[in-house]
């Protein structure tokens, strides 16, 4: 699916482009032992006629339907960040589209707004990086902690 080369540092992604169309990064994000993945489906609303839609779905690898997170507009819902172990997931969420951007977090069972923000990866399974979602603050990037439900700014 996606083939590492571990000594040149790149990735060859010309198999998972060619077997899952139209997804491209972030919409999607893979696991740390490459068994699950987190993607965002649905419709933009580029096509006349069919209506702007999103899920976040967590999916056994390389399966496109399996729990769905969350169902929404595709403006509102974006870019699911699976956990190392494959049992959470971060994404943002707008209220209202070019509102504040939210980090969403799903814990296995419910989804739960955390801060303002946009989640970029998770550190380990309790803590994870997001940037600030607000537009004089787009270099500011934070480190959370679900344990102790803090923030501490990074730069």
Do not use: C, H, M
């Not at 965002?40 to 729990?67: C, H, R």
């Not at 969350?70 to 707008?94: C, N």
């Not at 799903?106 to 997001?130: A, H, M, Q």
């Amino acid at each position: 699916y996606v083939v590492f080369d571990v000594i040149d540092l790149v990735a060859d992604t010309k198999i998972l482009r060619a077997t899952f169309e139209n997804y491209f990064y972030p919409q999607f994000s893979i696991n740390k032992d490459g068994s699950k993945w987190a993607l965002a489906l649905g419709n933009p609303g580029n096509e006349q006629g069919k209506p702007n839609s999103a899920k976040i779905v967590l999916a056994n690898y390389p399966e496109v339907e399996q729990k769905v997170v969350e169902e929404g507009s595709w403006a509102r819902i974006q870019k699911p960040v699976i956990s190392p172990q494959g049992d959470r997931l971060l994404y943002q969420k707008y209220d209202v589209v070019n509102g504040p951007i939210y980090v969403q977090f799903w814990d296995g069972e419910k989804s739960s707004r955390l801060t303002e923000g946009v989640p970029t990866i998770w550190v380990d399974n309790d803590r994870f990086i997001y940037k600030s979602g607000k537009d004089s603050k787009l270099n500011e990037i934070y480190l959370y902690d679900l344990k102790s439900n803090s923030s501490k700014k990074l730069n």
